[in-house]
């Protein structure tokens, strides 16, 4: 058993840019989204003496997360509301740095017959996944995601070749309940949860998105308006917030009374609600090590 020469982050950093390059679908970071919610934008992790609390009129609050790569497109341009999705769906990814395990005495040798990769869940991060999952059904595609490689010269050609994300994996914390590690030779082919499960295909980036069926068609209005995107946008987030924020007492305590403050302080209710609502979601992701992507579910059908 030897664990990936790369670190998780690496592997995390690397799949994210390539995400953010197109990668087989077209992602918004989050905050390209808030801006136009809320009317600033900021440049950097906004901490206490940031130019943003003081736009807010208010102190950083505790326990609070806005990251850098949430607020920058990836074009290093703000992006127009006819760019921006009108029928959004977020993708919440939890990375993982595999084993590989060589030797016969692997305890899944017996399955597999070749050396074989491994990753280990952690019991509260799977917790909160797997409720994540479950409340924000239909809204977000929820997914550990691990490579079928190990060194750091494979990591290079794959950073080289943009082949980080076809090389990786994919599973649902539903399909990881009651297991404690996931095991595959391969990415898009046979994986399964350990120490006793099922097959389930370990899915592709690609794959997650090939069920046109699972996603609603927006009906034919005429040319959709910066109102009506704002509205999927506002009703989008405002269900990963309060999935975010289920069992999560203290985080909802934080921003509720942050958000008291800010009201307190004549912000506009409107952006008290946006920016609390992101910041809930943006908490909870970063307190996992996830990374948080919103797509175009009406580009998704038609690609």
Do not use: C
Not at 204 to 217: A, N, V
Request: proline residues 7%.
């Amino acid at each position: 058993m030897v664990f990936a020469e790369f670190e998780e982050k690496t592997y995390e950093i690397a799949y994210d840019i390539e995400l953010s390059r197109g990668g087989g679908v077209t992602p918004w970071a989050p905050g390209q989204v808030l801006e136009h919610l809320v009317g600033f934008d900021a440049a950097a992790d906004p901490d206490a003496s940031h130019p943003l609390w003081r736009v807010l009129g208010a102190s950083r609050p505790k326990g609070l997360v806005l990251l850098p790569d949430h607020w920058i497109a990836p074009s290093g341009r703000r992006p127009t509301s006819r760019q921006l999705p009108s029928n959004p769906i977020s993708f919440l990814v939890q990375f993982k740095r595999p084993e590989f395990i060589r030797s016969h005495a692997g305890k899944q040798w017996k399955l597999w017959g070749t050396p074989y990769f491994r990753f280990k869940v952690d019991a509260a991060q799977q917790r909160t996944l797997k409720r994540l999952e479950t409340n924000t059904a239909g809204e977000a595609i929820v997914r550990y995601a691990s490579p079928a490689f190990s060194t750091n010269a494979a990591m290079d050609v794959a950073r080289w070749d943009g082949k980080v994300i076809v090389s990786s994996g994919h599973v649902a914390p539903t399909t990881m309940a009651g297991h404690s590690a996931w095991t595959y030779v391969s990415a898009g082919a046979a994986g399964r949860p350990n120490p006793t499960g099922e097959e389930h295909r370990f899915d592709r980036l690609s794959d997650l998105f090939r069920e046109p069926d699972d996603y609603e068609k927006p009906q034919p209005l005429g040319a959709r308006s910066e109102v009506a995107t704002v509205d999927a946008i506002k009703s989008h987030v405002e269900v990963l917030a309060g999935a975010a924020m289920t069992r999560e007492p203290h985080l909802r305590r934080v921003v509720d009374e942050w958000r008291r403050e800010l009201l307190r302080e004549g912000v506009a209710p409107g952006m008290v609600n946006s920016v609390g609502q992101f910041a809930a979601v943006q908490s909870i992701t970063a307190r996992l090590g996830a990374s948080w992507w919103i797509l175009d579910r009406e580009a998704l059908i038609h690609q």
